[in-house]
């Protein structure tokens, strides 16, 4: 099975010393337990869902084929929810039409799964995560895709709060990355791929 | 510091119950001396140099800028060697061109280093790829970039062969991407980029 992450620095794994990420220890696990992975991380730091709109199909499209057992697996939206010069990078409904478009046209091709985004240490950007997270799980109900809601599961790890702190901020370290990936994999839609 | 590793599957890394590789190898074992690397692994399964050489510059704009400390590997040629309707998927002359063309446009842009494509178990392309690391070697040579023969050090390591055929008969395990990242990690223009 090849299967192509795409995201942002959370899926990149940044601040992983381990240069894993959540998505190379879930890819890892599987891997050790005898599937047969091919992982491609295409996790870009700073990017927001209209970036990735703009490239997913291209960096897709060069890796996956109907050829082999090919999957989609995205997430995003701590960037869209960003504030810059006193607005948020994207706005709210902006990030639900990118969303809408990305995977309307994935799962055209491939099966597909989302993964909403992360907690950060920002107590008013976590309100604004919570609410796209909230409208993320609607659309992807709508469409018929799993979606994975991260954000109230990892607001209660101390590990991935404590070691942002000690890191940039945004980025936790290894054992924040574990958390995530235990996460994931403990989610039915993922086991189900296996 | 932000890498983007361009090339095939060695560089994907391939078979590897790890999901590193060497190049996640080599990313891990600088962080964990507490350097503070950015790792984007854009290796391609069956990539030649005539694909890398049509994709290279959109996926890198997008992951690096002159605003960071950004940096390029290269590292493909196997694919270019392999026999399909009895000739080489990519002839020799236009994989030389394909080099010079990639790395004179790289080197304009951000610092870079080129990794020689690795043995397989099978001679005969064997003996075409040495060739072509020969050739890789004195282009580089000439256009001022450093150049790692990996081909000449992977021919003796007896663990590189026998994990390949164990595994699809050209992609080691974890063993063989730990010898190839040992040769990476000992070359003094990788060690002088950290």
Known sequence: MRICFFGDSFVNGTGDPECLGWAGRICAAACQ?????????????RQTSTELKNRWLAEASCRLSSEFDSRLVF???V????????????NFSTSIENLSHILNSAKQIFPVLMIGPPPTPDRQQNQRIAHLSAEYADVCQKIDIAYLDT???????TIWFKEAAANDGYHPSAGGYTEFANIVQNWSS???WL
């Open 33 to 45: 337990q005898g599937y047969d992975i091919t992982y491609y991380n295409l996790g870009v730091r």
């Open 75 to 77: 997430s995003f939206g």
């Open 79 to 90: 960037n869209d929810t960003t504030q810059e010069d006193s607005k948020t990078r994207v």
């Open 151 to 157: 954000f109230t599961q990892l607001q209660s790890s």
């Open 190 to 192: 993922w086991l189900s």
